[in-house]
């Protein structure tokens, strides 16, 4: 397992896991996260000799939870041969190095977990270089960690002692790397917008796969489009966006992009460093939300799919809502499921039942997105016509009076761009 820049030691094997149960919790919502927590542990090849819930009234600034019930946990992680505390709940830097400093054992938090999860499944330099971003962020408040022993040193005079003069150069040295690694990605962002541009060059629409980690999204896209992505019973079993074409009836086409899954108490640096990765759904002209029937959690899938979603700023796009594993969920899952999001699709990657209804609605949205559509640009606005010879269909071109009256097709995602200058458009608000 892969570690931050402090003084624990690198070889951990067993982990204790505590989860938190807070006021503002739905009862049984903690017990759920550690369960998920126990999955993630598990993908960093750790063993979980242990775990427990703590009921918590209000949070303390040293430990998050009071003294004496902090020492008896720290006793009973010792107890079972624990090497490293995992808490479901975010913790300060300080309240790290105060457990640290307590258990005598590496701590770490939930974020720290998906961060190693995270890293240990990237392998494009795309989501090599965001998840390395992620982590230095999140490693640059806590060095004090890796200089315990040294902040102790308090020379005289300004300059501090060897500590504070080391630790001041190990934070420039971060501090460097993340605009590094930004200056990366802004090079990453761009060649993948020149590919972007090529591929709507050609009025194909388009269409993401998201949904929660684990949901069957990557195997739905390999039933779908015969491709073949890496599909494994794992969380974050894949990082990378990967773009595939689907063929479907009456010669439509539609480009469908797989994303990386989403997960309750996704880091927010997370959410930052991925955007690159995640433009594919803000540009997507449709998305297409897996869920997995089967899992006792859909419910809460569901609703943090569709808050990443809106944290992205994408949460008014036309979302196509499936549920996946229907071969292995019970009538009472698929009635739950009807309720939830009523009018969603039912389907099984694994026997490909549904399938054909599912191709279906994407023709159905395809022709309702793009629908040809008669234009009329002013002389002075080449620019328009410019856009959309590139992102568009020109199907019939001709000049009037002082301007150019145009009949095309052009991609939902630039629907904004082209509206005002639709004949028998609503006038635009001043």
Same mark, same amino acid.
């Given at each position: 397992?892969?570690?931050?820049?402090?003084?624990?030691?690198?070889?951990?094997?067993?982990?204790?896991?505590?989860?938190?149960?807070?006021?503002?919790?739905?009862?049984?919502?903690?017990?759920?996260?550690?369960?998920?927590?126990?999955?993630l542990?598990?993908?960093?090849?750790?063993?979980?000799?242990?775990?427990?819930?703590?009921?918590?009234?209000?949070?303390?600034?040293?430990?998050?939870?009071?003294?004496?019930?902090?020492?008896?946990? $720290?006793?009973?992680?010792?107890?079972?041969?624990?090497?490293?505390?995992?808490?479901?709940?975010?913790?300060?830097?300080?309240?790290?190095?105060?457990?640290?400093?307590?258990?005598g054992?590496? =701590?770490?938090?939930?974020?720290?977990?998906i961060?190693?999860?995270?890293?240990?499944?990237?392998?494009?330099?795309?989501? =090599?270089?965001?998840?390395?971003?992620?982590?230095?962020?999140?490693?640059?408040?806590?060095?004090?960690?890796?200089?315990?022993?040294?902040?102790?040193?308090?020379?005289?005079g300004?300059?501090?002692?060897?500590?504070?003069?080391?630790?001041?150069?190990?934070?420039?040295? =971060?501090?460097?790397?993340?605009? &590094?690694?930004?200056?990366?990605?802004?090079?990453?962002?761009?060649?993948?917008?020149?590919?972007?541009?090529?591929?709507?060059?050609?009025?194909?629409?388009?269409?993401?796969?998201?949904?929660?980690?684990?949901?069957?999204?990557?195997s739905?896209?390999?039933?779908?489009?015969?491709?073949?992505?890496? $599909?494994?019973?794992?969380?974050f079993?894949?990082?990378?966006?990967?773009?595939?074409?689907?063929?479907?009836?009456?010669?439509?086409?539609?480009?469908?992009?797989?994303?990386?899954?989403?997960i309750?108490?996704?880091?927010?640096?997370?959410?930052? $460093?991925?955007? $690159?990765?995640?433009?594919?759904?803000? =540009?997507?002209?449709?998305?297409?939300?897996?869920?997995?029937?089967?899992?006792?959690?859909?419910?809460?899938?569901?609703?943090?799919?569709?808050?990443?979603?809106?944290?992205?700023?994408?949460?008014?796009?036309?979302?196509?809502?499936?549920?996946?594993?229907?071969?292995?969920?019970?009538?009472?899952?698929?009635?739950?499921?009807?309720?939830?999001?009523?009018?969603?699709?039912?389907?099984?990657?694994?026997?490909?039942?549904?399938?054909?209804?599912?191709?279906a609605?994407?023709?159905?949205?395809?022709?309702?997105?793009?629908?040809?559509?008669?234009?009329?640009?002013? &002389?002075?606005?080449?620019?328009?016509?410019?856009?959309?010879?590139?992102?568009?269909?020109?199907?019939?071109?001709?000049?009037?009076?002082?301007?150019?009256?145009?009949?095309?097709?052009?991609?939902?995602?630039?629907?904004?761009?082209?509206?005002?200058?639709?004949?028998?458009?609503?006038?635009?608000?001043?």
């Amino acid at each position: 397992m892969a570690v931050f820049p402090t003084d624990k030691p690198s070889n951990l094997q067993r982990a204790f896991l505590i989860g938190v149960q807070t006021a503002d919790m739905a009862p049984g919502e903690a017990a759920e996260l550690l369960g998920e927590l126990k999955e993630l542990v598990e993908n960093l090849r750790l063993a979980v000799v242990g775990s427990t819930l703590v009921n918590l009234r209000a949070p303390t600034p040293a430990l998050l939870l009071g003294t004496g019930k902090a020492q008896e946990l $720290a006793d009973t992680a010792k107890a079972a041969g624990a090497d490293v505390i995992v808490f479901d709940e975010q913790l300060s830097p300080a309240q790290q190095r105060n457990w640290e400093e307590l258990a005598g054992v590496a =701590v770490i938090d939930r974020e720290e977990v998906i961060l190693e999860v995270f890293a240990d499944r990237a392998h494009t330099r795309e989501a =090599v270089l965001q998840v390395a971003l992620a982590r230095m962020e999140y490693s640059l408040p806590r060095l004090t960690r890796a200089w315990t022993h040294l902040s102790r040193q308090r020379g005289k005079g300004g300059l501090g002692g060897e500590g504070e003069t080391q630790l001041e150069q190990d934070r420039r040295l =971060v501090r460097d790397r993340i605009a &590094h690694l930004k200056a990366e990605l802004v090079e990453v962002v761009q060649q993948r917008g020149v590919q972007r541009r090529r591929r709507l060059r050609v009025p194909v629409p388009t269409a993401s796969i998201v949904g929660y980690t684990n949901a069957g999204k990557s195997s739905l896209l390999n039933t779908l489009t015969g491709a073949h992505v890496l $599909a494994e019973d794992k969380l974050f079993a894949t990082l990378d966006p990967t773009t595939r074409q689907l063929q479907l009836r009456g010669n439509h086409k539609l480009l469908v992009t797989d994303t990386v899954g989403f997960i309750r108490r996704l880091p927010h640096g997370l959410v930052e $460093a991925f955007k $690159a990765t995640l433009e594919e759904v803000v =540009v997507a002209d449709f998305l297409i939300h897996v869920l997995d029937v089967s899992n006792p959690n859909v419910e809460q899938h569901h609703a943090t799919t569709l808050s990443v979603l809106g944290e992205l700023g994408a949460a008014d796009k036309t979302i196509l809502t499936v549920f996946n594993k229907i071969d292995v969920a019970t009538e009472a899952q698929l009635r739950a499921a009807r309720h939830l999001a009523p009018g969603a699709l039912f389907v099984s990657a694994h026997t490909r039942a549904g399938l054909d209804e599912l191709e279906a609605r994407c023709v159905e949205l395809i022709a309702d997105a793009f629908a040809p559509s008669e234009l009329l640009v002013p &002389h002075d606005r080449f620019d328009v016509i410019a856009r959309l010879h590139e992102f568009g269909e020109v199907q019939e071109e001709e000049h009037v009076d002082g301007a150019v009256r145009i009949k095309g097709r052009f991609p939902p995602a630039q629907a904004g761009f082209f509206a005002p200058f639709i004949v028998g458009a609503p006038p635009a608000r001043p």
